[in-house]
């Protein structure tokens, strides 16, 4: 079984920066791809950034230079560094353990980038 755990989301305001941190229960988490995703109200859940196993990242073009995926294999976590937000980041995000032939999402935690 696989337990995503997440937090660090909040409320921001434009230009502001937030660290997002996904805990995973799972053996071995080293070995597995992981990533970010989004949701905004009325809107398809959205790649942000994904990291492998072996921390190769890739971003969403809309993110690119301003959030910085990363992971702590010995603490069992994923992090998302955002920075420089913008109210259209606004959004529940998501964590994402990708196994063989399954994915595994926490349940989100809201970010709102307002003034």
């Known amino acids: 079984q696989v337990q995503l755990v997440e937090s660090g989301g909040g409320l921001v305001p434009p230009g502001g920066s937030l660290r997002l941190s996904c805990l995973a229960s799972?053996?071995?988490?080293?070995?597995?791809?992981m990533a970010w995703y989004r949701q905004a109200p009325g809107k398809q859940r959205e790649l942000v950034a994904a990291?492998?196993?072996?921390?190769?990242?890739n971003y969403a073009d809309s993110v690119k230079g301003r959030f910085t995926i990363s992971r702590d294999n010995a603490k069992s976590t994923l992090y998302l560094q955002m920075n420089s937000l913008k109210p259209e980041d606004t959004a529940v995000y998501y964590c994402n353990l990708r196994a063989t032939f399954s994915y595994y999402w926490g349940q989100g935690t809201q970010v709102t980038v307002s003034s």
């Open positions: 990291i492998d196993s072996g921390s190769t990242t």
């Open positions: 799972i053996k071995n988490f080293n070995i597995y791809p």
